[in-house]
């Protein structure tokens, strides 16, 4: 399957420990597109954890 490079994004949301990454990284692999967790996008860009981030 291929897929455009301008196809749209798709965006998970819902509560902690609901499957989001899971589900995430399923559908970006059938997709063949990337798979970005926005929790390490952002804990890396800050240099903490979320955690940490909300203390």
């Known amino acids: 399957m291929t897929v455009a490079s301008d196809a749209p994004n798709i965006v998970l949301t819902g509560f902690?420990?609901?499957?989001?990454?899971a589900v995430g990284r399923a559908v970006a692999q059938r997709l063949q597109r990337p798979f970005f967790d926005l929790d390490e996008v952002i804990?890396?860009?800050a240099g903490m954890s979320i955690p940490?981030?909300?203390e």
């Open 16 to 21: 902690m420990g609901v499957g989001k990454t």
């Open 43 to 45: 804990s890396a860009q």
């Open 52 to 54: 940490e981030i909300f």
